[in-house]
């Protein structure tokens, strides 16, 4: 049993409160976030919220919060548990009327929030990484959009799981788009590469933050289409999202295989510092406020 935030109270993950004709249930018509939290701090919380609201914005749903009343929520949900290190998953979905395809009038919008605890991976599986299995991309077109519609990324992830590997990763006509569920990279040449923003992929707020701590640490960063053949070439592999970090890619199909490059393996530091230093920012302002 978790703390729940539902709709403006306060309740918990074993009341059941979502309604039949939520169009969330029904149709997947919504949004999500998650949320890593360590020492009790939400982190890169500003850049999930400005991607939480331009899903919102692009699927017509009317955001629920401003970004105070967004980091207050966090607060106070973590400051309800007991939790110190976990995720913290919060969704959106466009809200309860009769079921039909189109939704016609405004509809007011359903939002939950709830916080749990998670292991995350080990020091030495950050240094192992995790295997890939390629698959045919056969998501729908508007990859950019954190929406629940996930059957296919279920699909994919059950056939990672079937195959002994880590994470699925998406091919679509010979060019490598991301995984089930994180954002690729691959040394190439010295450089960074990783597929250029466009609604072929989820911008990953991992992925940006670690685009930007590359870029700040002097390695050159490429955007662009990486073909899979290219990955023999590449001495560096690895993937990113908030419940793996950046994690190795150790195999590609059972075959391919790579270890923990220098540059993996400084990226891994400067997110971790950075985390460090949005922690201690989180509870400076906290502080500040109680004072």
Known sequence: MDVLWFNGRWTTTDEPVVRVEDRGLQFGDSIYEVLKFRRRAPLLAERHFARLQRCLTDLEIPPPWHL????????????RTDLVHGLIYLQVTRGVAPRAHAWGAAIDPTALAYARAFEFPSAERMRDGIGLVSMRDNRW???????????????????????????????????????????????????????????????????????????????????????????????????????????????????????????????????????????????????????
């Open 141 to 291: 077109e508007r990859r950019d959009l954190k929406t629940t519609n996930l059957l296919a990324n279920v699909f994919a992830k059950n056939h990672a799981m079937r195959e002994k590997a880590g994470e699925a990763l998406y091919v679509d006509d010979g060019f490598v788009t991301e995984c089930a569920s994180s954002s690729f990279f691959a040394v190439l040449n010295g450089a960074l590469v990783t597929r250029e923003d466009g609604i072929e992929i989820l911008p990953g707020t991992v992925r940006d933050a670690v685009i930007e701590l590359a870029q700040s640490d002097g390695i050159e960063v490429r955007r662009r289409p990486i073909a899979l053949h290219e990955l023999e070439s590449a001495t560096e592999l690895f993937v990113t999202s908030t419940s793996l970090g950046v994690m190795p890619v150790s195999s590609i199909d059972a075959s391919l295989t790579r270890a923990r490059g220098p540059v993996t393996e400084r990226l891994q530091q400067l997110l971790t510092l950075l985390e460090e230093d949005t922690i201690d920012r989180w509870w400076l302002v906290a502080r500040r406020a109680e004072s």
């Open 68 to 79: 105070d009343a967004f980091l207050e929520l966090l607060r106070e949900l973590l400051d």
